[in-house]
């Protein structure tokens, strides 16, 4: 395919996004006309109508909405071969994308990029849900940080624990009492808010809530981690999340039995350790930066233990720590 079709591809995307040629050509920065014009020659080359008018936006045929996930991973791996080029040529890495949750982006990567000098890559950020990490890597980001490890054509690297901590307002007898780890049992009476299972710390809070035997009066549900730390700084409900306290919420360490694997897993009371999440930094296998990456995952490794490590009890600025 020609480079003049690979704009086109280009623009066909942005149309998408923009749901109108106005704006679209707006963020190409180019004009109007022009870019109908290109529209109307992307759509000759392939012999396909892609955009049905609707007032005065852009609505997708059937073929223009079968359309637009190959053209985003192909124009994914047009952005990657471009990169890879530009890093045999000079010798150096000049920028990666990670992929990434919201939650993970603001207690982890944005706080870790903040750290990078001049001499570093530059490392962007593109939030994504962990059901959707395949689909980025395929679309333009060059690693994803993830919960789970991938196998089979990525790798993964283990980055480290991101504990999960049930925070309580400043006013709650745990909190005053000092109390900074907790068996899960102790939350058995307290009335909860849970990140929704479009989290994967949910799970392992249903798990943990199972194996103790224990059952929550009062339950409530939360797509964002900072809501949950609102509600429990407020004295609401003690709150469940994976996010860095914030608004003089109290963090409490959640203590669970360790899972042994014999014949299954197996749950030993008698050794209790934090509840956490397993994060793994994941690329393609054979990516132009490989080597560039496994230093990544190192670096982001040792940033994440002082994370796991740190004492975040009263710290009205919990990114802010060395």
């Not at 000759?44 to 852009?58: A, C, E, I, Y």
């Not at 985003?72 to 949750?101: H, N, Q, Y």
């Not at 624990?161 to 007898?173: K, L």
């Not at 999440?277 to 080597?291: M, N």
């Amino acid at each position: 395919m020609a480079d003049m079709s690979f704009r086109r591809v280009k623009y066909f995307l942005a149309a998408v996004d923009a749901e109108t040629m106005t704006a679209a050509a707006q963020s190409l920065r180019m004009a109007q006309p022009a870019l109908s014009r290109q529209i109307e020659l992307f759509e000759q080359d392939l012999g396909l109508t892609l955009f049905r008018p609707k007032g005065n936006r852009l609505v997708l045929t059937t073929a223009g909405e079968r359309l637009v996930p190959m053209a985003c991973r192909l124009m994914g791996e047009v952005d990657r071969f471009e990169r890879g080029a530009a890093t045999l040529s000079t010798g150096r890495v000049s920028t990666l994308t990670v992929g990434t949750t919201e939650a993970t982006l603001r207690n982890l990567l944005a706080p870790f990029i903040a750290t990078l000098g001049e001499s570093d890559p530059v490392v962007n950020a593109r939030t994504v849900i962990q059901a959707n990490i395949p689909v980025a890597l395929r679309e333009g980001c060059d690693a994803a940080i993830s919960t789970a490890p991938m196998q089979g054509e990525l790798v993964s690297e283990l980055l480290g624990s991101a504990p999960i901590y049930a925070c309580v307002s400043a006013r709650h007898p745990m909190a005053l009492a000092g109390v900074v780890e907790a068996p899960i049992e102790d939350f058995a009476d307290h009335a909860v808010v849970l990140p929704t299972h479009r989290n994967a710390s949910r799970y392992l809070l249903d798990f943990a809530v199972s194996a103790a035997g224990i059952r929550f009066p009062s339950v409530m549900e939360s797509d964002d981690g900072q809501a949950i730390m609102a509600l429990a700084a407020s004295g609401t409900a003690t709150g469940f999340t994976s996010e860095l306290p914030r608004f003089g919420a109290h963090p409490i360490r959640v203590l669970v039995p360790e899972m042994r694997s014999s014949h299954g897993l197996i749950a030993d009371d008698a050794a209790r350790v934090p509840l956490a999440l397993q994060l793994h930094l994941v690329w393609p296998r054979g990516h132009y930066a490989h080597e560039q990456l496994l230093a990544l995952a190192g670096r982001l490794s040792q940033f994440l233990s002082h994370w796991a490590a740190a004492d975040w009890g009263g710290m009205d600025e919990p990114w802010n720590y060395a």
